[in-house]
């Protein structure tokens, strides 16, 4: 098992890791739009808010060796449903060959009352 922990993404804001890798996979925790450089939250539309978390997903998965490409499942979490239309816009430019499988639930909130939450898993290459 290995920690992944990148300046390039935000700290996390609990007991928790960035990421593990674990038998040639990464669990990626989920990231909220932070600026990684103040711990900022980025932006207050959905469109915003999605960039910065999906930003962030790529630091974590460079610093695993892995790329979106080898994505398998993410989990979505959304603060307002009626977001996942414009969510899914900028979600899906993420992502050059197959989309992933994915959840995508509404919540009655998210830490520091952001819009948006994303965790993903992902083959590490070898």
């Not at 630091?59 to 994505?71: Q, T, Y």
């Not at 900028?90 to 998210?110: H, M, N, T």
Request: glycine share 6%; proline share 5%.
């Amino acid at each position: 098992m290995k920690i992944i922990a990148t300046l390039d993404a935000p700290a996390a804001i609990g007991p928790y890791v960035q990421g593990k890798i674990v038998n040639g996979l990464l669990y990626a925790s989920g990231q909220i739009p932070l600026n990684p450089l103040n711990g900022e939250i980025v932006g207050d539309s959905i469109e915003t808010q999605t960039e910065q978390v999906m930003k962030n997903i790529s630091a974590i998965l460079k610093e695993a060796h892995s790329d979106f490409d080898l994505v398998i499942k993410t989990t979505c979490f959304l603060k307002n449903i009626e977001d996942f239309s414009r969510f899914n816009a900028i979600y899906s430019k993420f992502f050059d060959k197959e989309f992933p499988a994915r959840s995508a639930v509404g919540v009655a909130g998210l830490p520091k009352n952001v819009l948006i939450e994303i965790e993903v898993i992902a083959e590490v290459k070898s």
